[in-house]
């Protein structure tokens, strides 16, 4: 990849002596990708994150537009805004002190953008953000993200404990008001369904390994679901499914490399979705 704002080589981390974090961690992300970096808890994902953002020493070679992050993280964080759980803001810190504080520290953030967006809310600049409600605290974390002109855009897990018209709102507001084809979003969240629609790529990390880096385009060539007729299942079993489970009484089976025309006498055929590989390729890891 060409155009490439990260590009990672055999990244290695080490909790202690037993607990492996990154263990040969490859992956390269594009410019103007929004891409899901997904994966059980103690994954690796957090860490993958801390050290794309120059938060974790690391071995191997990781290169973030441009620089590397062990070395040159004061230079690289100008152009990376990263948000985290939404619940971080200290319950004392007035609205116009975040704002404030944000413009003071983050050279693209654009004050009147800020303005603009808060004053499509009703909170006030003089609230304390214990006053907020959770959805209150969404739109300013929102008019914080979105005020920035950051070229990287890392979000960890950022709806965390928020209800589902929250959620929607929150990446419905960044896919449509701050993404623009040029910029760069790397989220990881535990709720793959809600944000399968956004993503232009799919990372899946467990036990520190990339187990399927794929364009969400290109998985319609690489995988198959199978709703299996029930006179099939032992000729569907034979061509090697990767993953099987039982659905309302039917086998639905997930075929990766192989035609859809193979299939198609066996059943109904589909592109799985992206939970559907996650809850695959991650019963698989774990069988």
């Known amino acids: 990849m060409t155009d490439s704002v990260i590009v990672a080589k055999d990244l290695r981390k080490r909790y202690g002596k037993d607990t492996v974090a990154l263990d040969g961690t490859s992956f390269s992300i594009g410019r103007g990708r929004i891409v899901g970096l997904m994966g059980p808890n103690g994954a690796g994902k957090t860490t993958a994150l801390k050290a794309i953002l120059g938060l974790t020493s690391f071995e191997g070679q990781l290169d973030v537009l441009g620089r590397d992050p062990r070395r040159e993280r004061s230079s690289l964080m100008q152009d990376v805004c990263f948000i985290a759980d939404v619940a971080v803001l200290p319950k004392w810190l007035r609205v116009d002190q975040a704002i404030d504080y944000v413009a003071g520290v983050h050279p693209r953030f654009d004050l009147t953008r800020a303005d603009a967006m808060l004053a499509k809310t009703e909170i006030r600049r003089c609230s304390k953000v214990g006053e907020l409600s959770k959805g209150m605290i969404t739109q300013l974390h929102l008019a914080l993200i979105m005020a920035i002109d950051a070229k990287l855009l890392v979000l960890d897990e950022p709806t965390l404990g928020l209800d589902l018209l929250y ?22 969240t535990h709720q793959v369904e809600e944000v399968e629609h956004l993503l232009t790529d799919v990372l899946l990390i467990d036990h520190g390994r990339i187990v399927l880096d794929s364009s969400v385009e290109d998985l319609a060539n690489r995988f198959v679901q199978l709703i299996g007729n029930n006179d099939s299942l032992e000729a569907a079993r034979s061509l090697g499914p990767i993953y099987e489970r039982e659905v309302f009484g039917r086998s639905v089976f997930v075929f990766e490399g192989r035609r859809t025309e193979e299939l198609a006498s066996l059943g109904e055929t589909r592109t799985p979705s992206v939970s ?9 890891r774990a069988s």
Do not use: P, Q
């Open 276 to 284: 559907d590989l996650f809850e695959a390729k991650m019963t698989r």
């Open 167 to 188: 959620r929607r709102s929150f990446y419905g507001a960044l896919l449509n008001e701050y993404f623009d084809h040029e910029r760069t979003i790397v989220v990881t």
